[in-house]
């Protein structure tokens, strides 16, 4: 079982910046893929971000190539997502979720923490 908790988001003006983490239970969590996947209201979940468990091959979705990226500790268990020049449409509950390598779907996930971005 891996259990993540997500926290960093809060209120920001557009073109600011935020840094959010998610702290990891579990011993084998370089083992994981993380990934990061927000949903706006009204809206369906969507991708950001992933990054592989060792090796760390990461990829982006395109609204946010370029502005945000992702990078995990394995030694502190924590997944990060540094976000800059945020623009209104990333405001939603970003959530981290973990992949073992033998799965085809994301088997944990955290409690969301909001992003507001203000124009």
């Known amino acids: 079982q891996v259990q993540l908790v997500d926290s960093g988001g809060g209120l920001v003006q557009a073109g600011g910046s935020l840094r959010l983490s998610c702290a990891a239970s579990g011993r084998t969590f370089s083992s994981y893929r993380m990934s990061w996947f927000r949903q706006a209201p009204g809206k369906e979940r969507e991708f950001v971000a992933s990054i592989g468990g060792r090796v760390g091959i990461t990829a982006y979705a395109d609204s946010v190539k370029g502005r945000f990226t992702i990078s995990r500790d394995n030694a502190k268990n924590t997944v990060y997502l540094q976000m800059n020049n945020l623009k209104p449409e990333d405001t939603a509950v970003y959530y981290c979720?973990?992949?073992?390598?033998?799965?085809?779907?994301?088997?944990?996930w955290g409690q969301g923490t909001q992003v507001t971005v203000s124009s």
């Open positions: 979720a973990a992949r073992s390598l033998s799965s085809s779907v994301y088997d944990f």
